[in-house]
Structure formats: C-alpha cells, structure tokens
C-alpha cells in the first residue's frame, strides 16, 4: 500500500515537471520575434530516493542568434541586419509533442496505481 | 490463518511484487527526460519452492508475524539504446511493463478473493 501511494506522488512530479518544461516552451514561442531572444532550456533532476523528478537549472541556448536584415528597423546596423531570436519554431513543436506524450505516460501511471489500490480496497467489500 | 496456505502468501507476494515494480516503472518515466538516468526494474517474480518449503520461517519472538517471499532487487535494466543525453528510458516498453504489472496484480487479487470465498464456503457461510 506505501508503493501505491509513493507512485501518486511520482508520477505527480513528473506531471508538474513535463508541464513546466511545456510553460519554458511556450515562453521560447511566444518570443520567436523578440530581438536579442535566447531560447531557454530546462534540465531535469531526479530528486528523493523513489524516482521522484524536478524541473532543474533553467539555461540559456548558446546557439547563434538569427541576423534579420531589415534597414528600417531602428535596431538595424549599418548594413542594416539586426540580431533576432534563437527561436526554431520546428524544434519548439517538436518538443511540445513530446512534453505532452510524457505528460500523458505519467498521467496513465496515476491512474494505473489509483485503480490498483482500488481494487485493494474492492476486496474488503466483499 | 489465511497465512498458511501457500496459495495465499503466493498471491500476496505477486500482488506486493507488482505494485513495488509499478513504481519502479512510475519512477522510469517521469525520469524519461532525465539526463544520465537509467531505467530500473525488478527481478521477475519467482518464487524458490525449496527455500519457502512447508514450514514456516523462523521467529525469533512468538509474536512476530511469518513473512512471505522477499524480493526487493531491483535491477539496472541494460537497455537496447541510450539518447545523447545518457537517458535509457523508453515510453513504450515502460508502458508495456505497466500493463503486465497490472494483469499480475489482477490476477493476484483474483487469486486472493477465490481462496477466500472457498473457506467460506467451507465454513458454511456461502
């Protein structure tokens, strides 16, 4: 019975994890047109001794920024580029789709584990 | 009562068994992302007949209450493949484990209940 309450709270913290790894990618999104925008990265950790995650060091993608040349924009230099985002929608997608698939997984755990110590409880009634 | 027959402590055992390996499986995916994780799991259910045998262990207090069939290694499982990362999860196996933990744990239970219902139908309360 302490196993089935353990995965509750495992598998909750890697919902909460996938969902602030989901928020870190729709920050990058929302500011793919920002000038001087560096996408941000979240590592994970394994925390606790029962395989519980937690959402570690956010950092910043060292990748080059994207030159836009623009010569009417006021930030644009004499040949007229001017640094934009680091932001590659495509990648963004991509792992959104994966932030929600392991959202998923974990959510079907939760709901594995709360069905099995149902079933526990299901044998007193009898 | 309920203890001393062999059929019963088995199925305690799986069912005890399934949901330690539920966990450990809940663990492996919210540790999907984790870099440097490896996926863990149990040894498979087997139960060493010569060991148990027909008396039951030994108490060093009469009040102590026999245990069943110990099994708490859990095992690095060596994976097929690793990301870049150093992770060796896999969703898809992960998942597959967990339905075979939950028809063990079902099977367990219904094991359970059936010897149950037996002696009460041997004690003449059908």
New interface residues.
């Given amino acids: 019975?302490g196993?089935?309450a353990?995965?509750l709270s495992?598998?909750a913290?890697?919902m909460q994890?996938?969902s602030s790894?989901l928020r870190h990618v729709s920050e990058n999104i929302a500011n793919a047109d920002t000038p001087g925008f560096r996408r941000k990265l979240i590592?994970?950790?394994?925390s606790g001794d029962?395989?519980?995650?937690s959402a570690g060091r956010v950092s910043l993608d060292r990748r080059e920024l994207q030159s836009i040349y623009d010569p009417g924009n006021p930030l644009a230099d004499e040949t007229g580029h001017y640094d934009g985002s680091n932001v590659d929608l495509v990648i963004e997608i991509a792992d959104a789709r994966?932030a929600q698939?392991?959202y998923e997984?974990?959510l079907?755990?939760f709901d594995?584990?709360r069905?099995?110590s149902q079933?526990?409880f299901d044998?007193l009634r009898? | 009562m309920l203890e001393k027959l062999q059929l019963v402590s088995m199925a305690q055992a799986l069912a005890s068994h399934s949901s330690s390996r539920l966990q450990l499986i809940a663990g492996n995916i919210a540790n999907a992302d984790t870099p440097g994780y490896q996926a863990k799991d149990l040894l498979e259910f087997n139960v060493d007949f010569a060991s148990v045998g027909d008396q039951p262990l030994r108490q060093t207090r009469s009040g102590h209450i026999p245990s069943g069939p110990e099994f708490d290694e859990s095992k690095i499982v060596a994976s097929a493949f690793t990301t870049p990362n150093g992770n060796s999860v896999s969703i898809d196996i992960e998942m597959a484990k967990a339905v075979q933990a939950r028809e063990a744990h079902t099977m367990a239970l219904s094991i359970y209940q059936s010897a149950s219902s037996i002696i009460r139908v041997s004690l003449g309360r059908g």
């Fill in positions: 019975m196993d089935l353990k995965i495992v598998s913290s890697g994890a996938q790894r590592s994970f950790v394994e029962g395989g519980e995650v994966e698939r392991s997984a974990n079907k755990m594995q584990a069905q099995m079933s526990l044998l009898k």
